[in-house]
């Protein structure tokens, strides 16, 4: 009822061997410092306290210590660097001086620094390389490089000079050795140099902050060729860097892309081109291939997970050491147990606002979850379910739909999301083993977040029709305003136009029949008396009195006539408008040419007013205002309108001011012309250009049976 348990045991991955504590068959100290396989196939290990042997086998055979009084013992238990020249002498580098062990003979010979003799200038060997034409190279802490013979003690500095570039870039040198081209690359604490050894000058590399193509720490541990002109090397902060020689820029790969640690010692290359690298948090294999790390610690068989400086090595065997503040490990790469099963994935647990939601049960590829929109906090946690290292699982995952990008979690399994927009998402999780070994399918689940009522499709179409019927109600209500308004506005045009029709009539009837009878009787009587008076002078006055008093008559008889047409109840509107017209032309300069069909009996006595009103405020307009030479008036019957055209040659009207004409003061005249054309429900354009004249366009609509009797 329990299930099946199935536990998974992984072979030993790292031999490790530590210190002796007392016993004889482990390391003179803990620390480890330089590994060196020589020709012969033994391993040296070099420590804080004395030099070890080990056969290939690993098994210690030989140790060396400083002894005071035996000058065939080394010069300092504190071992730095170990090196093999080409006679098989065994060179080793301590705090205090350098040694050469003839292996076969047991015998050793110190080098140290004395004030009194020719010998080595200084006695801290930190690198000790022997080049292939026999020299000795030495690299020293806080003195530079020195090139060295040991035959005759003889030796060269170089050391780094303030404000010459090509001399070293830094006394403390960490490595030296020899790439395929004979160039000497060196690692120093600021910087990685090449020597020219025919010039004896200097190439420094140092970190140039800024400088996205430049070196990108400043201690250099070690470099490594590779092909094609490339070269890695071991840097302190900088992590892994790939130095491009001929174009001469660097790339790092650090921690951001997988790297345990900033801080690498050493690189190792094993026969599948895989780069293995120290570091203070591990061991780290970095495939070229890919451009991927997978790392090594403790938990995988490491005696401790900081390594040292120079503390590697790679023996003829294809075996792989590596030194630890804690003791030596070794291991064949090929040989690594390597978990290659892809692992599943479930969703455990699903929470919102961080409670797990009742009776959940855990969910896999393709299940749904189905929140609503105030659900606006969730969260999941999923599992890989590969139990060799789960601390070493590493995890991956996208809500499609919100995140643009898988977002790498390392070990953490656990993901929140807040405030989402109603929809549709996808949440994909992928994950891999203790090794690296990904489930790249992962799983997805479906996440739909349902939107509130206010903003689902069927309420939109309300909200959309409500809001175009409140739109419409207040459109027709609006216009439905505005036509009353217009209408009052039309009615009390119609009775101010009427009322000012009325009044002028009775004003011209009372001047025709009043004062102009009385002048009548008045110019009468003036020639009664002039028939009867034969004083000169009071004829010369009757004369006088008769020709004001017919002048007034003829005054007040054009003002009448202007003030009420009589002739449109006597003989038409027709012949009125021409009369006008011709009345016209006869009193200005401008020549009227017109064309005026027969509108008789078509309009009721009213609109026949507003029409004569109409004609004549244009021809006054032309008259007064426009300047104009030549003008035409046509007044044509169509089907069911009467097409009044009114056109001058004269100054016209700016576009500026034409908009605005209509209901400016100075189109005062224009504007009664309107009024009354609204009066008949008519309309009125204007057309005009500075200098090029004025066109004023009106139509009046005919109806049936509209003249009144």
Not at 261 to 281: C, E, H, P, Q
Not at 338 to 367: A, H, R, W
């Amino acid at each position: 009822s329990a299930g099946l348990t199935k536990l998974l045991r992984t072979q030993k991955n790292f031999e490790n061997i530590f210190a002796d504590d007392g016993k004889d068959n482990g390391l003179t100290d803990a620390n480890i410092w330089p590994i060196f396989e020589d020709s012969k196939g033994n391993i040296w290990v070099g420590t804080n306290n004395g030099l070890n042997v080990l056969d290939k086998n690993n098994r210690i055979f030989k140790k060396y210590f400083y002894s005071s009084g035996d000058k065939n013992t080394i010069s300092n238990n504190r071992i730095w660097s170990i090196n093999e020249d080409r006679k098989g002498n065994i060179w080793v580098g301590t705090q205090n001086g350098l040694n050469r062990i003839d292996f076969s003979k047991n015998k050793i010979t110190r080098f140290q620094y004395s004030p009194n003799k020719k010998s080595l200038p200084f006695n801290l060997i930190k690198s000790v390389y022997p080049d292939r034409n026999g020299a000795l190279w030495l690299g020293t802490w806080g003195s530079g490089m020195i090139r060295f013979d040991p035959e005759t003690t003889s030796s060269k500095i170089y050391q780094h000079e303030i404000n010459n570039k090509s001399t070293i870039s830094d006394d403390v040198v960490f490595y030296i050795t020899e790439d395929s081209k004979g160039v000497l690359w060196i690692c120093t604490s600021n910087g990685l140099n090449k020597f020219d050894k025919s010039t004896e000058q200097f190439s420094s590399y140092v970190h140039s902050y800024g400088n996205s193509n430049g070196l990108n720490a400043n201690a250099v541990y070690y470099i490594l060729e590779d092909k094609n002109n490339i070269y890695w090397i071991a840097s302190h902060g900088g992590g892994l860097i790939q130095f491009d020689n001929s174009r001469e820029k660097f790339k790092n790969f650090s921690e951001a892309d997988g790297l345990p640690n900033n801080v690498v010692y050493g690189i190792l290359r094993d026969a599948k081109n895989n780069l293995w690298l120290s570091t203070n948090k591990g061991i780290s294999r970095f495939s070229l291939q890919q451009k991927t790390f997978k790392n090594y610690n403790t938990k995988d068989g490491l005696p401790n997970n900081e390594f040292n400086a120079g503390a590697f090595c790679k023996s003829e065997s294809g075996k792989f050491y590596f030194g630890t503040i804690d003791g030596l490990t070794s291991f064949y790469p090929d040989k690594l147990f390597e978990n290659k099963t892809v692992p599943k994935i479930i969703v455990t647990d699903f929470k919102i606002f961080d409670k797990s939601i009742p009776y959940f049960t855990c969910l896999v590829d393709k299940d749904t979850i189905d929140l609503k929109y105030n659900d606006n906090y969730f969260s999941f946690e999923f599992a890989a379910l590969d139990y060799t290292e789960p601390a070493n699982n590493q995890y991956a995952y996208m809500l499609q739909g919100f995140d643009k990008n898988w977002i790498y979690s390392g070990n953490r399994r656990y993901a929140a999301y807040t405030h989402l927009d109603a929809g549709h998402y996808i949440f994909s999780v992928r994950a891999s083993n203790n090794n690296g070994v990904w489930n790249e399918k992962g799983i997805n689940i479906i996440v739909t977040i349902a939107p509130p009522f206010w903003r689902t499709w069927w309420f939109n179409i309300i909200f959309v029709m409500v809001l175009l019927s409140l739109i419409i109600y207040f459109y027709k209500r609006k216009m439905n305003q505005l036509r009353r308004e217009t209408k009052l506005q039309q009615n009390f045009s119609k009775q101010l136009i009427d009322f000012q029709e009325e009044e002028k009539k009775r004003i011209a009837s009372e001047l025709h029949d009043g004062i102009g009878q009385n002048l009548l009787i008045i110019t009468n009587r003036a020639q009664i008396g002039l028939m009867n008076e034969h004083d000169d002078k009071m004829k010369e006055q009757l004369v006088s009195i008769n020709e004001t008093a017919s002048e007034a008559i003829k005054e007040i008889r054009n003002i009448a006539h202007h003030l009420h047409p009589n002739l449109l109840d006597k003989i038409g509107l027709t012949k009125t408008l021409q009369a006008m017209i011709h009345k016209f032309e006869g009193t200005s300069s401008v020549t009227l040419s017109t064309a005026i069909n027969d509108i008789d009996d078509i309009f009721s006595a009213d609109d026949e007013v507003n029409i004569y009103r109409i004609v004549q405020e244009g021809i006054n307009n032309i008259i007064k205002h426009s300047g104009a030479k030549q003008a035409e008036i046509s007044i044509l019957k169509k089907v069911n309108t009467l097409k009044i055209v009114i056109r001058d040659n004269g100054r016209g009207i700016a576009e500026v001011k034409l908009k605005n004409f209509l209901s400016s003061s100075e189109g005062f005249g224009l504007r009664s012309l309107k009024e009354r054309v609204n009066y008949l429900h008519g309309n009125i354009l204007i057309d005009s250009q500075a200098g090029k004249g004025t066109t004023l366009t009106i139509t009046i609509p005919i109806k049936e049976n509209e003249k009144q009797h």
